[in-house]
């Protein structure tokens, strides 16, 4: 089952512009990490953050976790028209397992 | 060194026959992982090995499907009796030991007519 829900669906925006997705869970995490997918084939991971951590940054991507709301952000600033594709936030549990469960994903095009 | 790989890339097969998935996770990666993602959604946790056993099979959906990783390195999906509902892109990721992150390889697709 999924336990994450992408916000938006999909996001149509223009070079240059900031995309902006979120991610709502369910259950208490050890880390949530957003991946990316082109064209519906290998997962890239991108950022990882810890549950004790509330804002990461990596390059163009900035990353947000709120435990109390369960609730998760992902900024992509000065967008570009490689960065579509689709974003997926995952959350690992504190089960133990280390098993990843992923979210619907968010479609992010970026036109020229 | 080289990433994941998954063989083949792309399996078309008929309902009710038999399927193999392969995996090849980074070399020295303990931990092994299969995913379904099923088209407009998000992978769906299937197996895991620790090693060469399974530490945890709670995603497989039923008895047709089986993983194995005799050695603790390449990994084989089984499907039997295939089923339409199977067609989807199956996944494979890899973790060292100590690390968080979980390396995914390219997936196969497999569709069943």
């Known amino acids: 089952s999924q336990q994450g829900e992408e916000d938006p669906q999909a996001l149509s925006i223009q070079e240059g512009e900031n995309a902006t997705m979120n991610c709502s869970y369910k259950?208490?995490?050890?880390?949530l990490q957003w991946y990316r997918q082109n064209s519906g084939r290998g997962l890239v991971h991108l950022i990882l953050i810890r549950s004790n951590e509330r804002e990461k940054h990596s390059g163009r991507l900035r990353v947000t976790l709120d435990t109390s709301k369960k609730s998760s952000s992902l900024l992509i600033t000065a967008s570009r028209a490689a960065d579509t594709a689709s974003y997926f936030c995952?959350?690992?549990?504190?089960?133990?397992?280390?098993?990843?469960?992923f979210g619907k994903g968010t479609m992010l095009l970026v036109s020229p | 060194g080289a990433g994941v790989s998954q063989t083949p890339s792309n399996k078309v097969t008929e309902k009710g026959k038999y399927v193999e998935l392969r995996c090849d996770p980074i070399?020295?990666?303990?931990?092994l992982y299969w995913y379904r993602q099923s088209l407009g959604q998000g992978p769906e946790f299937l197996i895991y090995f620790q090693g060469t056993g399974a530490a945890d099979d709670s995603g497989l959906p039923n008895d047709r499907f089986f993983a194995v990783r005799p050695e603790g390195s390449v990994s084989t999906l089984k499907i039997q009796r295939t089923e339409r509902g199977d067609s989807a892109v199956y996944l494979c990721?890899?973790?060292?030991?100590?690390?968080?992150?979980?390396?995914f390889g390219p997936g196969t697709r497999l569709l069943v007519l």
């Open positions: 259950t208490s995490i050890n880390n």
């Open positions: 070399s020295g990666h303990t931990a």
């Open positions: 990721a890899s973790r060292g030991s100590g690390e968080e992150t979980q390396y």
């Open positions: 995952a959350t690992e549990s504190n089960s133990g397992y280390s098993t990843l469960t």
